[in-house]
C-alpha cells in the first residue's frame, strides 16, 4: 500500500473518486495504484503530483 499517497490525497480533501476522474481514469484504477498493484505511468504520477502539491515524486510512491 502506497500511505504516503492515500494519507497525502485525504489531508487534500480528496476522495478516490474525484481523484480518478480529474486524473481521467477509472475509480478502480486509481484504487490500485493507491494499493500498489499498479503502477501507471510517469505522466500520472506527475498530475498526482501537481494536484496533491506533493515535493516530490519519491514521497508518493513510498
Known amino acids: 500500500?502506497?500511505?504516503?499517497?492515500?494519507?497525502l490525497r485525504k489531508k487534500r480533501g480528496f476522495s478516490q473518486k474525484e481523484l480518478a476522474e480529474?486524473?481521467?481514469?477509472?475509480?478502480?484504477?486509481?484504487?490500485?495504484?493507491?494499493?500498489?498493484t499498479s503502477d501507471g505511468s510517469i505522466a500520472l504520477w506527475q498530475n498526482l503530483k501537481i494536484i496533491l502539491q506533493s515535493e516530490t515524486l519519491d514521497y508518493l510512491l513510498e
Open 1 to 7: 500500500m502506497r500511505k504516503n499517497l492515500k494519507d
Open 22 to 36: 480529474k486524473l481521467n481514469i477509472s475509480e478502480r484504477q486509481y484504487q490500485r495504484l493507491e494499493a500498489g
